[in-house]
């Protein structure tokens, strides 16, 4: 099918957006042209982005379908109607479900759940060790061979290694994991948190004191970042840190960065949009691992995220059910869904503010994440790349209404935020898997 997006602002390069159309046939974006400068074939179908911003197509490094295991909480279906609605063209979805991803047969089942969902592209993610139990490593060698959509789009089977949800413990073991992932050309994806120091509920600082509740250390996250950064030093391997929330953290990866090291990092926008005290005692619905931070970290966050330190925004996405979140703070589980809400939060708290310029947010959502992935041609808006598009207006106030969410779970703690940046349409290889009704 062709389409036609109409007069929209495209961020296509690291300036201001420009007001172009976008001409899209067979899948690739055929031409970008000022308005009125070109007649694309009369049937090709009008897409109005009047005064909305033409983004690349989102790319998340970081999902939690809870597929296979807890389709209660999220399948892979309504996963991929979560992130459509968001903007997102392409999901990396973690190997901490029940079975985890330790094996062909369960990587398999992600990726035929993936194509059968409504052409999001999803790319597992597998784990380090069989059962994430940190002694027997995963066969790496074998996932990278599967035949699945990530290895069209990568030319590997598994887009990424990980132990998310957990940290390897032992050191020699993550050494010899990493070298084997890099004879493989397959980025390591750490979950950094010291076994040993964990069992809080929230992080260890003055409100819970407060609360009166068990804290988690930044201590705890930076200890195993400054381990694998010395692993990837001297394995060779490319290293990409989840999640990351403290200030120690993030001079520890400026330091890694300094040495050579292949070395990229995330954050999620709960890390530069709020801190503990948004947690309450009666609720999880703001308790996620890592935990929200202090002050001084949600500043260092914002400051890496403008100076480069940090190279992505991912969300975490990990629904559970509104029983779980809505029990009492020390016994509902961890986790915030994001997709729907991650570029609203980013926008707002971001470019609306002067921190970030509108392509500094493509660059952290799209065409960083893409290179990271080895995703040729995608996260970028150009004459002949794939068709991945997300249009959003950011031009008009709104609420975040969890109730209207395409993801099964509700659990976050921005209802009510008002932000901008709703998402009117996004494309995947040229085709529309989602649209807003009106505008």
Not at 41 to 69: C, K, Y
Not at 202 to 215: F, Q, T
Not at 380 to 403: C, H, S, T, Y
Request: glycine share 8%; net charge negative; with cysteine.
């Amino acid at each position: 099918m062709r389409f036609w997006i109409k007069q929209g602002f495209a961020v296509c390069t690291e300036n201001e957006p420009e007001q172009l159309d976008l001409y899209i046939e067979e899948g690739l974006i055929r031409r970008m042209f000022p308005h009125g400068s070109w007649q694309p074939p009369g049937d090709a179908v009008e897409i109005s982005a009047a005064d909305a911003l033409i983004m690349p197509g989102l790319i998340d490094l970081h999902v939690h379908f809870r597929d296979p295991g807890h389709p209660d909480k999220e399948d892979t279906a309504s996963g991929c109607q979560a992130a459509a609605r968001g903007g997102f063209s392409t999901v990396c979805c973690m190997p901490n479900t029940e079975p985890p991803l330790d094996n062909a047969e369960n990587v398999l089942y992600v990726d035929r759940a993936g194509r059968q969902a409504n052409g999001v592209h999803v790319l597992p993610v597998a784990a380090l060790t069989r059962g994430q139990m940190g002694t027997l490593a995963v066969p790496f060698a074998e996932l990278v061979e599967l035949a699945t959509v990530c290895k069209d789009l990568t030319g590997r089977g598994i887009a990424a290694v990980s132990e998310d949800g957990r940290s390897v413990d032992e050191a020699a073991l993550m050494h010899d994991l990493m070298v084997s992932a890099a004879n493989l050309g397959l980025p390591v994806f750490s979950h950094a948190e010291d076994t040993s120091m964990t069992g809080g509920a929230m992080h260890l600082g003055k409100r819970s004191a407060e609360l009166g509740v068990p804290g988690l250390a930044a201590e705890a996250e930076e200890i195993i970042v400054a381990r694998d950064i010395l692993l990837a030093k001297a394995t060779g391997c490319h290293l990409h840190f989840c999640h990351i929330s403290t200030r120690g953290s993030l001079d520890l990866i400026r330091l890694g960065k300094q040495w050579g090291v292949s070395l990229t990092a995330e954050t999620a926008p709960h890390y530069f949009t709020l801190t503990d005290e948004a947690v309450t005692i009666d609720s999880g619905l703001a308790k996620m691992n890592p935990p929200l931070r202090s002050a001084e970290d949600r500043k260092a966050i914002i400051e890496a995220l403008a100076d480069g330190t940090l190279d992505a925004i991912a969300t975490d996405h990990a629904p559970h059910t509104w029983e779980e979140k809505t029990r009492s703070l020390k016994t509902s589980p961890f986790g915030i869904v994001g997709l729907e809400t991650a570029f609203s939060l980013a926008f707002t708290e971001l470019v609306e503010t002067g921190i970030l310029k509108v392509a500094d947010l493509a660059r952290l959502m799209s065409r960083k994440p893409a290179e990271i992935l080895g995703l040729n041609q995608r996260g970028v808006l150009q004459e002949g790349a794939p068709a991945d598009i997300a249009i959003f207006d950011i031009r008009e106030n709104f609420r975040i209404d969890p109730a209207s969410f395409e993801s099964k779970s509700r659990n976050m703690p921005f209802a009510g935020r008002e932000v901008k940046g709703k998402t009117l349409c996004t494309l995947v290889d040229g085709k529309i898997v989602y649209q807003k009704t009106g505008r």
